[in-house]
């Protein structure tokens, strides 16, 4: 029970990497705030509720605190974030997980409305820069504290493919890219405080949403997705782990990692 007495809020914990990693943070005795805008089983198109993935959190010995959170709405990220504080007193573990999917999501740039950049941007970019500054003075203040953001290889590595026909929009990939070297940045303003940023890249992970969306496209090739294990155990290794600041401002690709460390 390496995180007994810390908190930590997970963005996007309906379900999927964000769901799995609560859990095990959960495992390791850390209280979690979990955030998403799926309550209630049910309430969405996707299996997976915040409110069943805190009754798992709750069966592992730990706190949970779920909190309706709309991450397209700057002032509902920052009333998540009070809520924590207030709830908690402090928050020591910030996982940025979660993105915006619109029905958009595998479409064409030209096909694409400007409302779905706009809250892509919110969601992926400008939540987790929220966030940060609402939860980053208390951890400075007590020098203790670690951030974790999702990326992606899209960041870096174009697909060949089309969107709709093996790859993702273009949205999805520039918010995901500016979070990407919103989180590098930060890196720099807070090694003094031994507060570590540290990126992960999930790889392709089988979540609830992706079977969802593989059965309503007509077959996305699964064949090569791991379990959304595989990034979770990355997030608690680095959260228990003796010394998480040699690793900030890396990214973390999750299958090599989770072999390397025999997690």
Not at 153 to 159: A, D, G, L, P, R
Not at 229 to 234: H, L
């Amino acid at each position: 029970m390496k995180l007994k007495g810390q908190v930590a809020l997970v963005t996007g914990a309906s379900r999927g990497i964000g769901k799995r990693i609560a859990i095990q943070l959960a495992e390791e005795g850390a209280n979690i705030v979990l955030a998403a805008r799926t309550v209630e089983p049910g309430a969405a198109a996707y299996p997976g509720s915040i409110q069943e993935t805190a009754a798992e959190v709750r069966q592992r010995g730990a706190q949970a605190l779920p909190v309706k959170c709309d991450l397209t709405v700057p002032e509902q990220t920052e009333r998540m974030c009070r809520t924590a504080l207030e709830h908690f007193g402090h928050v020591d573990i910030l996982v940025n997980n979660a993105h915006h999917r619109s029905d958009q999501h595998y479409s064409m740039f030209l096909d694409i409305r400007l409302d779905t950049w706009q809250d892509t941007w919110a969601a992926n970019v400008l939540s987790p820069v929220v966030a940060c500054k609402t939860l980053l003075p208390r951890m400075i203040e007590r020098r203790h504290g670690i951030i974790i953001c999702l990326t992606s290889s899209v960041v870096t590595t174009e697909s060949p493919n089309l969107p709709g026909q093996g790859a993702v929009n273009v949205v999805y990939s520039a918010t995901k890219a500016a979070l990407h070297r919103f989180a590098q940045g930060l890196v720099k303003e807070v090694r003094e405080y031994n507060i570590p940023v540290v990126l992960i890249d999930p790889g392709f992970a089988l979540t609830e949403r992706i079977e969802v969306e593989s059965r309503r496209l007509g077959g996305i090739d699964t064949s090569h997705a791991q379990s959304p294990d595989v990034p979770a155990k990355v997030a608690r290794y680095l959260c228990t782990c003796p010394n998480p600041m040699v690793f900030t401002g890396k990214t973390i690709y999750s299958g090599p990692f989770v072999e390397e460390h025999n997690l």
